[in-house]
DNA sequence: GCCAACGTTGGC
DNA sequence: GCCAACGTTGGC
């Protein structure tokens, strides 16, 4: 069992917008960074704990509890070519870019990341190391324990 | 809007 | 395979 944090911008996908999706799930599309991508293909299983992270917004932070709930298949957008996620290199034979579903668990209160960096037992998190881009980054179990049981 | 950090591209 | 140039991310 693996935990994930997965950043999306709320003015493309908030957790609103997700709670309004048909079952609260998404096909978390757009993914354009191989590590990221990997993730997601090689090590996600349905099941697992998802924190849904607002990044690129006023308050960024932790914004509710989701679930992994697919295995990775190709993304869509990669083969349309009207979508800014378009990959002309990208064929139906050989996609390059993959994606799982993600469903709500729940709506939490807002953790801001300011908050996170009071916390030392998630001073390692790598979300919180200057730096970082990575849109889905592994989290430990110890740190999601933490995060879900004290502070959401 | 700024800017640091980082990933990708492409010429050589 | 190196590395400069460029583009993107994302907090502030």
């Known amino acids: 069992m693996r935990y994930w944090l997965m950043k999306s911008e709320p003015d493309d996908v ?19 960074n191989y590590q990221a991508r990997n993730f997601m ?14 990044s690129g917004c006023a308050i960024p932070g932790i914004a ?9 298949y190709p ?4 083969f349309n070519s009207r979508s800014k996620y378009f990959d002309p290199k990208a064929t ?8 799982v579903d993600v ?6 209160n807002l953790i801001p990341l ?6 030392p037992q998630l001073e390692r998190m790598r979300i919180l190391q200057r730096g970082n881009r990575l ?3 592994p989290v430990d179990p110890a740190e999601w324990q933490f995060i879900v049981t004290q502070l959401a």
């Not at 997700?18 to 599309?29: C, R, T």
């Not at 993304?75 to 990669?78: F, G, I, K, L, V």
């Open 103 to 108: 469903q709500l668990v729940k709506k939490i």
């Open 14 to 32: 908030s957790i609103d917008d997700l709670a309004k999706m048909p079952k609260q799930l998404v096909a978390w599309y757009g993914v354009r």
């Open 114 to 119: 300011s908050e996170l960096h009071t916390h």
């Open 75 to 78: 993304d869509a957008t990669q």
């Open 135 to 137: 849109s889905i980054t």
């Open 41 to 54: 293909r090689d090590q996600m299983s349905v099941g697992e704990g998802v924190l849904f992270y607002h």
């Open 92 to 99: 139906q034979e050989t996609p390059r870019w993959f994606n």
């Open 64 to 72: 509710g509890i989701a679930r992994v709930a697919s295995v990775a």
